[in-house]
Structures are given as structure tokens and as C-alpha cells.
């Protein structure tokens, strides 16, 4: 539908100008969504900007035929598994990954479940939003869910329910955060051992568990320390520390607060002015949050500026090319059982977290 014109678009057209004539020729045929970790070049682009569970839900009230997602690639997976038949889901850049949804490969976490389960217990599988769409399903077909930082505990409380354990994974972190909230005792909770497709798994440990944590970690949130909060406080005394809670849970523990994207967006137009808060969070979110609040006398910082390289993969220059080859560009697709199941996973949370 949309003719890149060659003699319109010289060396001095901006990437942005493209972009704009894209979605003008569009219309309602093209939604953008973006994550807040997206940069502000993408962000003044987009239609609904949100978190990873803001982000789900909007993807069933879309009526566009092209959905474009500016985030990891597992978020464009997940709402390709959510789109509507004959809905288009596509990324600017596929290899946009995210490192810790490939800590967990779908076959490990199957075999890794299959032992745990073999030794007679019911074993809930709840997958964290960052994992791929084949593990997503596999937390369909075995009863779990998925969940995101927004509704951690909630979902966790529900898995609890359903069966004698929970698998949770790759994000050992949210995991044990998630249980400290729930006032899980530490005894609860045991971290396996996933090598050998299951065969290092301590099934004496696993078994007094009723939280088994699969050993991933965000390998930018996890570049947090307790330390970098110990130093924040010396250098700005009363300091507000609020972090994301995919971070240790020794630096949740020594900080303010803990929650997903919305909540440090949220807490940070809250705040009097006068506040100082740090932020432990990817740094083009910390960046937008502390040039938004400036004029209100609120100062934000980093906690320690940490960006994630995938989120930066999606550039103005790769969603302008997407846009102006949109109805011949490869869309996101996932083989159909996967897509069924990893549906049901999603749908199981955005029913119980309604
Ligand atoms: P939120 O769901 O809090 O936006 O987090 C997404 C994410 O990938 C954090 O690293």
C-alpha cells in the first residue's frame, strides 16, 4: 500500500518524516506499540507506549491489520500468539532478543519439568514474560501461565493453587522477590540445577520446595548492587531508591521500593516536588523520567547507567524501512500448536489479572 517514491525521499528526508508519511498513508490499518525502554526516538512514534503487561493487553482490543512492536522479541511473540486471525505482527529488527528468555530453551525446560514431575508431584509451570513463545506453551499445555513484573505475586499466589509446585522461570530474581512479598519462607524456595537436562536437579531439596526457580537472571538488571544504592545515599542524603524488581533480591531489599516499569513511572510522577529518587532501571526509561519531572523540581537519576542493547537494536532508521515495506516484510509467525498454547498460557493471566 505504501510507495516509497524515490525522487520524495532525497538524503535530507529525516528518518522521522518517513516514518510520519508511513503512518499517514496507513492510517488505521497500522498501530506502533513500544516499551519504555525504548528510546525517545522511537517513543514520539509510537500509538500506546507501556509496560510488558500494558503492552499484552492492548493487543486484543487492536483492530489494526499491522501491528508494529518496538521492544525484545519476545513481546512481538507474545502478541503475534494474541493477534487477532489476519493481524499482522511485525519487529524492526528480529534479532532484538532478549538474553533471558534464551536462558531457559524450550526442550530444557520440558525435559527439567517432565523430572520434577515424574517424582509424583504436580508441578505448575509459571513462565515470566521474557521467555520464548515454545516455553509459553509448554506453561499452556502443563496447567501454568505466564506472568509479568506488574502481576507477579498475583500470579505466583495463583500457581501455588493449582498443584503441589511452581516452576518458575528464568528470573530466579523476580522469583525470589515475588515469594519474599508472598511471605514465602527462603526454605520454600530452592534454585535447581537445570544441566543435564534435568539430571543434576537435586530431587531431595526440589522436593521440600514449593517454589523451584529456574537460575536465569537479566544480565542488565542483575549489574545492580547493593553497593550502588549504599553510595547513592551517601552522595544524595535522602534519596528515594526505587528499583525494577528483575534485580537481586539483596539490592530489593536495601532499596525504597520495587516494581515493573508502570510502577517507577507511576512513583515518579507521585513524588513532592524537591524529590530525589534513583531509579535502578534501564537507562533510556531513567533518561525520559528525569527530563519529564525536571521542571517540577524533581531530580532522577540512574542508579547506575545500564541500557540494554536489544531494546537499542530498534532504531528510527530500521522502523522507518519496516513501514515503507510493511505489506511485503515478514511478520512475526509462530508454528500453530505453539501459537494455540501459548495463547492459552496468556490468556490464563490476562483472565486472572483481569
Ligand atoms: P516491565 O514489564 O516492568 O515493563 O519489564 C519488562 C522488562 O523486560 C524488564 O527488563
Redesign the pocket.
Known amino acids: 500500500m505504501f510507495q516509497n517514491k524515490p525522487e520524495e525521499v532525497t538524503t535530507m528526508t529525516s528518518f522521522a518524516d518517513r516514518i510520519a508519511r508511513a503512518k499517514a498513508a496507513y492510517g488505521q490499518r497500522l498501530a506502533i506499540l513500544g516499551?519504555?525502554?525504548q528510546t525517545d526516538d522511537i517513543i514520539r512514534h509510537v500509538d500506546f507506549q507501556g509496560?510488558?503487561?500494558e503492552l499484552a493487553r492492548k493487543i486484543e482490543s487492536l483492530g489494526a491489520e499491522h501491528v508494529v512492536f518496538c521492544g525484545?522479541f519476545f513481546m512481538a511473540e507474545s502478541a503475534a500468539a494474541l493477534a487477532r486471525p489476519g493481524q499482522k505482527v511485525h519487529i524492526p529488527r528480529m534479532d532484538a532478543t532478549?538474553p533471558m528468555a534464551e536462558m531457559a530453551p524450550a526442550s530444557r525446560v520440558e525435559q527439567v519439568l517432565l523430572a520434577l514431575r515424574a517424582q509424583g508431584r504436580n508441578v505448575i509451570p509459571l513462565a515470566y514474560?521474557?521467555s520464548t513463545a515454545d516455553v509459553k506453551a509448554i506453561c499452556g499445555r502443563f496447567g501454568g501461565s505466564v506472568c509479568?513484573?506488574?502481576n507477579a505475586s498475583a500470579m505466583l499466589k495463583w500457581a501455588l493453587d493449582q498443584g503441589d509446585a511452581v516452576l518458575f522461570l528464568p528470573d530466579k530474581n523476580l522469583g525470589m522477590n515475588t515469594a519474599a512479598q508472598l511471605g514465602l519462607p527462603a526454605s520454600d524456595h530452592h534454585v535447581i540445577n537445570v544441566q543435564a537436562s534435568g539430571g543434576r536437579v537435586d530431587m531431595q531439596a526440589a522436593a521440600k520446595a514449593r517454589l523451584l526457580l529456574w537460575p536465569g537472571a537479566?544480565a542488565?538488571?542483575h549489574k545492580f548492587k547493593p553497593r550502588h544504592i549504599e553510595q547513592m545515599r551517601q552522595a544524595h542524603p535522602g534519596v528515594r531508591v526505587l528499583v525494577?524488581p528483575?534485580c537481586a533480591p539483596e539490592v530489593v531489599q536495601a532499596s525504597d521500593g520495587a516494581g515493573?516499569?508502570?510502577y517507577l513511572i507511576k512513583q515518579c510522577a507521585e513524588a513532592a516536588p524537591g524529590a530525589v529518587i534513583a531509579v535502578g532501571t534501564?537507562l533510556n526509561l531513567v533518561f525520559r523520567l528525569a527530563q519529564r519531572h525536571k521542571a517540577e523540581d524533581k531530580t532522577i537519576i540512574p542508579l547506575k547507567a545500564l541500557t540494554c542493547s536489544n531494546m537499542a537494536k530498534i532504531s528510527e532508521q530500521r522502523l522507518a524501512e519496516l513501514l515503507e515495506s510493511l505489506d511485503t516484510a515478514p511478520p512475526v509467525t509462530l508454528p500453530s500448536n505453539v501459537t494455540e498454547l501459548s495463547r492459552l498460557a496468556l490468556e490464563r493471566m490476562l483472565r486472572i489479572c483481569a
Open positions: 516499551h519504555h525502554y509496560d510488558s503487561l525484545v532478549c514474560v521474557n509479568t513484573s506488574a537479566c542488565i538488571h525494577h528483575e515493573s516499569t508502570s534501564e
